[in-house]
């Protein structure tokens, strides 16, 4: 009997997410996070598993884990000293980016500082033209000049990225075998093996990024690795990616970028999995843990993908899924402004010492404090036993904030949690609005520790009529590591118009990516099955300063169908603009090139459905909105699939609690989810 293992830290606590490869069964633990010894808390949480559930390392096939070190180090600032060598006359860029304020309507907006000093760019004497040929040849003395700059810095790598690289990368590499061979103790990335596009302050800032998250996230791989074959896990270690895809451990430690949002994007593939399986096409999730709240929007079973994701004051140019982090998370402390003004957030209790009410020697009021006052958690030890909820401690915190407002502790519980909501409430429409999408479409999909504590109060303030909890919403984002297919992008610039004569351009360009695609899968991911290629473009009108990626059908490139590629750009410029012109010249800037494998997926359950309302186990007496009323307490492993109940009501279960106002009902699905349907306009 083996098992595949799903992993995720966040804030407060860390998921796991076993998968039974024999029996196609789920099981889930919890454990909190410990922030002054990153790492432990996965050793803690396996020694753990094979203590209650009998899940032997050694019987653990698959290890995939969604680590938050590289993002973490990008928002703490805390990251690898760095040089840049570019071409000579554009030492600047960094400095320079784009000329664009970061707050459209803010006079008071302001750009974050470049991730490399500008006292340590070094020029290189070299050029290559826009169309590959050399203009320069590369000078050696130069990059010799630039290394004793560099070791005078004291740095710890070398980030390389000339001009016009994207088209001919043979400078690029000339240096770094320099470097290599006169500072072997340095590390040292391209722009080009990172992210080869056409513009340079986009590649320039992501093979940045990727240096200097690099020393942490190799160290914090190296040490997983270790951990892990001292276990006794035998297989190689899988790290999640911002794609929602995998890659080897291994890689993860040059690819370092790639994997900066690895978290999130496993919460999206997760509830993508979980809102299939339900027959759920339109899906809005909302996944709140300890320390944020974060939003991404499904269509017909796939998450939107971009480029352009804010990674702290820093933006992140490789394809990501779309996630919009939106608000607050349970740990998210209340406080009083020097105006009298309640506000909650962004600073967050964490895990240590956590929220007043987990007895951890927290002392300031949270969202999980407020929703303690109002008797909606604590009925029952949560995380697995790990935490048990005192009311008393909570009360007091919030009413240190009540005392400031000259409020009541229940008014004062009510206001956090409304103040909670009304963020969430702003940003979430902001998305929409973004997205172009009539949310009433839409299911709330709630998942994280936290997550359905507030969905089902935030979906009546949206207007949002449906809501999904799933059987165990507080480690969805593991289960993402589980469900996760191989996956990996490439891109390459073209910069040509679209027309007959360039096609066969396109489709050599398509080519040498599928090739390189299949080198990657096949050599470095040691993937010797079955894989899908998705192809797109990005595309503009001749004159436009932005393009938008068009997805293509490989038969319209082998048989020279450019009618085909035109008017699929023109119909998806209508859909974002409301506008296109059949006359224009069409450009194609990128081509790229998405490719998949998918591995063995979990199998959930289908249970026969049975009919007739639950029993609540009792009834509690509890705060809803500001009013105490009393609501049906019920146990999660006791609802039965087809059984219905009506707010308000409480659901307990180990990793979450799920917080069910006036106004929805509730039924259980064949897969054990909760399916709550607004009964009040």
Known sequence: MTFRVGVDIGGT????????????????????????????????????AHERMEIAPETISHFIHG???????????????????????????????????????????????????????????????????????????????AVRGAREKDVAGIIISLINSYRNPEHEREVKRIVQELAPDLFVFTSTEIWPVIREYERTTTAAINGYVHPKVEHYITRLQGALKKLGVLGEPLITKSNGGVMTAELGKANCVSMLLS???????????????????????????????????????????????????HTLHVPAVAVSSIGEGGGSIAWVDDFGV???????????????????????????????????????????????????????????????????????????????????????????????????????????????????????????????????????????????????DFIASLYLPLTEETLPKMAEGFATLQQDANTWLRNEQKFEGPANYLLSADMRYAGQSFEIEVPLDSEWIANNNVEAIRDAFHAAHERLYAYRDIEAEVHIVNLRTVVTASGPKPELAIAPLVEGSAQPTREAAVVFDGTPTTAGLYLRDDLKPGQTFVGPAIVLQSDTTSCIPAGFKAQVDAWGNIQLTATEA
């Not at 007895?359 to 006052?373: E, K, L, N, Q, Y």
């Open 67 to 145: 680590t938050t070190v590289g993002v973490n180090t990008v928002i703490m600032g805390n990251g690898a000293k760095l040089a840049l060598f570019t071409t000579a006359a554009f030492e600047d860029v960094l400095e320079l980016a784009r000329l664009r304020m970061p707050e459209t309507y803010s006079l008071m907006s302001f750009r974050a500082d470049p991730l490399v000093g500008r006292d340590a760019v070094f020029p290189i004497s070299e050029r290559i033209r826009s169309d590959g040929s050399i203009a320069r040849p590369l000078d050696r003395a130069s990059v010799q000049a």
């Open 263 to 313: 978290g999130t994007a496993s919460g999206v593939m997760g509830a993508a999995f979980l809102a299939r399986n339900a027959g759920i096409d339109h899906v809005l999730t909302i996944d709140i843990g300890g320390t944020s709240a974060d939003v991404a929007v499904i269509n017909h079973g796939e998450p939107h993908y971009a480029t352009g994701e804010k990674v702290g004051q």
């Open 342 to 488: 309640l506000k909650v957030g962004p600073e967050s209790a964490g895990s240590t010492p956590g929220p007043a009410c987990y007895g951890r020697g927290g002392t300031r009021a949270t969202i999980t404090d407020a929703f303690a006052v109002c008797g909606l958690i604590g009925q029952e030890s949560i995380a697995y036993g790990a935490i048990s909820i005192n009311p008393e401690l909570a009360r007091k915190a919030v009413s240190e904030i009540a005392d400031k407002l000259g409020w009541t502790v229940e008014l004062t519980a009510k206001t956090i949690i409304d103040v909670a909501l009304s963020g969430m409430y702003l940003e979430i429409n902001k998305l929409v609005a973004r997205h172009g999408i009539d949310i009433r479409d839409f299911t709330l999909l709630a998942f994280g520790g936290a997550g359905p504590m507030l969905a089902p109060m935030l979906a009546r303030e949206l207007g949002i009529p449906r809501v999904m909890i799933p059987l165990s919403p507080g480690v969805v984002s593991a289960l993402g590591g589980l469900v996760a297919d191989i996956r990996n």
């Open 13 to 48: 606590f860390i998921d796991f997410c076993f998968f039974n490869e024999k029996t196609k069964e789920l099981s889930t633990l919890k454990v909190l996070t410990t922030p002054d010894n990153p790492g432990s808390e996965v050793m803690t949480g396996l020694k753990l």
